[in-house]
């Protein structure tokens, strides 16, 4: 059995508040207890210099125990309400990248 690191970076619409931000990382932090297989969850901010990031402000991280606990996440209702409600408005770009850990 692989694990799994399932990335998402993002790049902030502009006006985006700390409120809003908190309620996004709240929400996908709480997947944890709601979805089966989830093993942890981060954040990480953008520190690079280089001007290769293509304005993403960071990532989060979702790991999986193995590729079927990250197809149910995919499709699991709560990962689409969490997207929709949280993400979706105050995201103008992202992008994942899924790795066997």
Request: proline share 0%; no cysteine.
């Given at each position: 059995m692989v694990a799994i690191e399932h990335r998402v970076y993002y790049r902030l619409k502009p006006g985006t508040s700390a409120d809003q931000f908190m309620?996004?990382?709240?929400?996908?932090?709480?997947?944890?207890?709601?979805?089966?297989?989830?093993?942890?969850?981060?954040?990480?901010?953008?520190i690079s210099k280089e001007g290769k990031d293509h304005g993403c402000g960071g990532f989060f991280a979702v790991l999986f125990?193995?590729?079927?606990?990250?197809?149910?996440?995919?499709?699991?209702p709560?990962?689409?309400r969490v997207a929709s409600e949280y993400f979706r408005p105050i995201r103008s770009y992202a992008f994942v990248a899924d790795n066997e850990i």
């Open positions: 309620a996004f990382y709240e929400n996908i932090i709480g997947l944890k207890g709601k979805i089966e297989g989830i093993g942890d969850i981060y954040f990480k901010r953008n125990k193995d590729i079927s606990s990250l197809n149910t996440y995919v499709g699991h709560e990962h689409e």
